[in-house]
């Protein structure tokens, strides 16, 4: 099998949208967050996608600083690609959001391509008892959030980040997302290989049915052609058919308890590690190699693990 058909899995470790009260197995602390992507790299993940958190009550911090402890850990440990969130919280500016990757320089930032409704307060159906006070408003704000990426703010991520070499995790949640992507492509902006991560099934964003993640394909390969290399994350109890789907049409993955806290119907995922082995199963069984870091590095044309700040 050649490099180029071998699939990259992505982990994303924590995230900003669960919070500690859904799940005793989300990472928080510095030590978590580093060892739960470890764990996730030696499963077989290519790449770790990180935020940091206050190790106290777990709320998103997006200081260069809450990054540094696990940063080095990771580094020190594993040859696994770090990816940083320019995401952070979408309650957060655009310069705060920015700020980690800026100072740290990673081979991959997260960056998404569009303004648009986030809906986090379905979960305040299923979730009822919260450990701090945060938890519940930051679900109930979401009734009036809109996730601000507008073409100021992406340009200032751009301009930003471009000088450190960093490549991009395109996060599209719709279809206008792949045209703004277009936009600052044809700019000059942005180069290919573009990694584009379509995004399924959060409310606001397109959602999780096949015929959602074909329409995102075709129009992405219309756009772009071979200048991407595809990939796709299902939110909740949609990551593993969204992702099974997505592998067996040639596309790449991204799991981790970020995107889904479970690990089927009614379970709980107990690791980062234990949705990195579900997904390899689903990979190995269709026929198919997981890409190792350094392959990862050379199907994105990634700078190296020698040119990053930390």
């Given at each position: ?45 290519a790449i770790v996608h990180l935020h940091a958190r206050n ?202 308890l970020e995107d889904s806290l479970w690990l089927g119907k ?38 190296g693990g020698d040119k990053v700040g930390f």
């Amino acid at each position: 099998m050649t490099i180029a058909n071998k699939v990259i899995i992505s982990c994303a470790v924590t995230g900003s949208i669960h919070t500690p009260s859904m799940s005793p197995h989300l990472p928080v602390t510095a030590d978590e967050i580093a060892q739960s992507a470890l764990g996730a790299a030696e499963a077989g993940a290519a790449i770790v996608h990180l935020h940091a958190r206050n190790p106290l009550d777990g709320r998103p911090d997006q200081t260069p600083e809450a990054f540094e402890p696990f940063l080095r850990v990771i580094k020190q440990s594993s040859n696994v690609v770090v990816n940083l969130t320019t995401g952070g919280s979408p309650y957060m500016s655009v310069e705060e959001r920015v700020r980690p990757a800026a100072v740290w320089k990673p081979e991959i930032a997260s960056l998404n391509m569009g303004s648009m409704n986030f809906g986090l307060f379905p979960m305040l159906k299923r979730f009822k008892e919260f450990k701090h006070e945060w938890e519940p408003q930051m679900l109930e704000n979401s009734k009036d959030l809109v996730f601000r990426n507008s073409f100021k703010d992406i340009a200032y991520a751009l301009n930003t980040l471009n000088d450190t070499g960093a490549r991009y995790e395109f996060e599209c949640y719709d279809t206008s997302h792949l045209y703004n992507l277009h936009y600052f492509w044809t700019e000059g902006l942005v180069k290919a290989p573009l990694f584009i991560q379509t995004c399924f099934g959060l409310l606001g964003g397109i959602g999780p049915h096949p015929d959602d993640v074909m329409h995102m394909k075709r129009t992405a390969d219309r756009l772009f052609g071979d200048q991407y290399r595809w990939s796709v994350l299902g939110a909740g109890r949609n990551q593993m058919p969204t992702a099974a789907l997505a592998a067996a049409m040639g596309g790449n993955v991204r799991v981790g308890l970020e995107d889904s806290l479970w690990l089927g119907k009614g379970k709980l995922a107990p690791t980062n590690a234990s949705q990195v082995l579900q997904v390899r199963k689903i990979i190995e069984g269709l026929g198919l190699d997981v890409a190792t870091p350094d392959e990862a590095r050379e199907i994105l044309q990634l700078k190296g693990g020698d040119k990053v700040g930390f």
